[in-house]
Protein backbone atom coordinates (compact mmCIF):
# COMPACT_ATOMS: atom_id res chain seq x y z
CA UNK A 1 0.00 0.00 0.00
CA UNK A 2 1.86 3.04 1.04
CA UNK A 3 3.10 4.94 3.61
CA UNK A 4 0.08 6.15 5.21
CA UNK A 5 -1.43 4.45 7.97
CA UNK A 6 -3.57 1.77 7.98
CA UNK A 7 -6.61 -0.28 9.38
CA UNK A 8 -6.46 -3.68 9.37
CA UNK A 9 -9.26 -6.39 8.55
CA UNK A 10 -8.27 -9.87 9.66
CA UNK A 11 -10.86 -12.55 8.55
CA UNK A 12 -11.42 -15.99 9.94
CA UNK A 13 -9.45 -17.35 6.96
CA UNK A 14 -6.24 -15.51 8.67
CA UNK A 15 -6.44 -12.97 5.43
CA UNK A 16 -5.59 -9.44 6.28
CA UNK A 17 -6.99 -6.46 4.19
CA UNK A 18 -5.21 -3.43 4.41
CA UNK A 19 -7.32 -0.09 4.42
CA UNK A 20 -5.82 3.95 4.23
CA UNK A 21 -6.84 5.73 7.13
CA UNK A 22 -7.87 9.01 5.27
CA UNK A 23 -9.53 10.82 8.77
CA UNK A 24 -7.54 13.63 8.50
CA UNK A 25 -8.38 14.29 4.51
CA UNK A 26 -11.96 14.34 5.49
CA UNK A 27 -12.19 15.54 8.64
CA UNK A 28 -15.27 14.60 11.23
CA UNK A 29 -16.82 15.11 7.88
CA UNK A 30 -20.57 12.99 8.45
CA UNK A 31 -22.92 11.45 5.91
CA UNK A 32 -26.67 10.43 6.85
CA UNK A 33 -26.81 6.60 8.01
CA UNK A 34 -30.55 6.93 6.22
CA UNK A 35 -28.88 6.53 2.79
CA UNK A 36 -28.07 3.20 3.70
CA UNK A 37 -31.73 2.04 3.63
CA UNK A 38 -31.48 1.92 -0.42
CA UNK A 39 -28.57 -0.24 -0.32
CA UNK A 40 -29.70 -2.23 2.65
CA UNK A 41 -33.17 -2.92 0.60
CA UNK A 42 -31.85 -2.96 -3.30
CA UNK A 43 -28.15 -4.49 -2.97
CA UNK A 44 -25.82 -7.60 -1.58
CA UNK A 45 -25.15 -7.75 2.03
CA UNK A 46 -22.35 -9.82 3.10
CA UNK A 47 -21.42 -10.45 6.32
CA UNK A 48 -18.22 -11.81 7.42
CA UNK A 49 -16.30 -12.47 11.06
CA UNK A 50 -13.29 -10.69 11.40
CA UNK A 51 -11.35 -8.22 13.99
CA UNK A 52 -10.56 -4.92 12.91
CA UNK A 53 -7.61 -2.94 14.34
CA UNK A 54 -7.09 1.02 14.06
CA UNK A 55 -4.07 2.75 12.45
CA UNK A 56 -2.63 2.36 15.95
CA UNK A 57 -2.88 -1.54 15.60
CA UNK A 58 -5.60 -0.93 18.44
CA UNK A 59 -8.69 -3.31 18.51
CA UNK A 60 -11.85 -1.75 16.92
CA UNK A 61 -15.60 -3.28 17.45
CA UNK A 62 -16.00 -4.19 13.80
CA UNK A 63 -19.63 -4.27 14.49
CA UNK A 64 -19.77 -0.59 14.51
CA UNK A 65 -18.07 -0.40 11.01
CA UNK A 66 -19.17 -1.01 7.54
CA UNK A 67 -17.50 -1.82 4.05
CA UNK A 68 -18.83 -0.45 1.16
CA UNK A 69 -17.56 -2.11 -2.23
CA UNK A 70 -18.05 -0.06 -5.21
CA UNK A 71 -17.45 0.18 -9.36
CA UNK A 72 -15.66 3.41 -10.56
CA UNK A 73 -15.31 3.03 -14.11
CA UNK A 74 -15.03 -0.99 -14.00
CA UNK A 75 -12.51 -0.65 -11.15
CA UNK A 76 -13.33 -1.61 -8.11
CA UNK A 77 -13.62 0.39 -4.75
CA UNK A 78 -13.59 -0.23 -1.15
CA UNK A 79 -14.39 2.46 1.63
CA UNK A 80 -14.50 1.80 5.52
CA UNK A 81 -16.82 3.86 7.43
CA UNK A 82 -17.59 3.93 11.26
CA UNK A 83 -21.17 3.53 11.86
CA UNK A 84 -23.53 5.06 14.23
CA UNK A 85 -21.87 8.20 15.10
CA UNK A 86 -25.31 10.28 15.83
CA UNK A 87 -27.31 8.18 13.50
CA UNK A 88 -24.44 8.86 10.96
CA UNK A 89 -21.80 7.61 8.90
CA UNK A 90 -18.00 9.13 8.62
CA UNK A 91 -15.77 7.81 6.48
CA UNK A 92 -12.50 6.51 7.88
CA UNK A 93 -10.29 4.58 5.24
CA UNK A 94 -10.08 3.64 2.04
CA UNK A 95 -8.99 0.75 0.13
CA UNK A 96 -6.58 1.50 -2.41
CA UNK A 97 -4.12 4.23 -3.17
CA UNK A 98 -6.01 5.74 -6.00
CA UNK A 99 -8.60 6.78 -3.13
CA UNK A 100 -6.51 8.13 -1.16
CA UNK A 101 -5.03 10.29 -3.21
CA UNK A 102 -8.27 11.72 -4.59
CA UNK A 103 -9.34 15.33 -2.57
CA UNK A 104 -12.07 15.18 0.38
CA UNK A 105 -14.81 16.43 -1.50
CA UNK A 106 -14.70 13.59 -4.50
CA UNK A 107 -14.45 10.98 -1.32
CA UNK A 108 -17.40 12.26 -0.01
CA UNK A 109 -19.41 12.51 -3.44
CA UNK A 110 -18.43 9.06 -4.86
CA UNK A 111 -19.30 7.15 -0.91
CA UNK A 112 -22.40 9.33 -1.21
CA UNK A 113 -24.12 8.76 -4.82
CA UNK A 114 -22.95 5.12 -4.01
CA UNK A 115 -25.33 5.03 -1.27
CA UNK A 116 -28.24 7.33 -3.08
CA UNK A 117 -27.26 5.18 -6.85
CA UNK A 118 -26.74 2.10 -5.62
CA UNK A 119 -27.20 0.19 -8.58
CA UNK A 120 -25.22 2.60 -10.59
CA UNK A 121 -21.91 1.79 -8.68
CA UNK A 122 -22.45 -1.82 -8.31
CA UNK A 123 -22.84 -1.56 -4.73
CA UNK A 124 -22.16 -4.03 -1.96
CA UNK A 125 -22.08 -3.67 1.72
CA UNK A 126 -19.56 -5.95 4.11
CA UNK A 127 -20.76 -5.99 7.47
CA UNK A 128 -19.63 -8.39 10.61
CA UNK A 129 -21.21 -10.94 11.44
CA UNK A 130 -22.16 -9.48 14.61
CA UNK A 131 -23.33 -5.62 13.24
CA UNK A 132 -25.08 -2.79 14.63
CA UNK A 133 -25.47 -1.68 11.35
CA UNK A 134 -29.60 -1.26 11.27
Known amino acids: MNS ?3 WKLQKDDSTV ?5 I ?3 VGNQVIR ?19 LRGPKNEF ?12 IDGAPARFLAESGVYENIRIVA ?3 NNLAER ?18 YNTTLVLSDDSTVR
Open 17 to 21: DEFID
Open 33 to 51: EYLLDAVVKNTEIIRIPGK
Open 4 to 6: EPT
Open 23 to 25: RRK
Open 94 to 96: VGS
Open 60 to 71: KDFAKFLILQIS
Open 103 to 120: NSEDLINIFTEALENPEQ
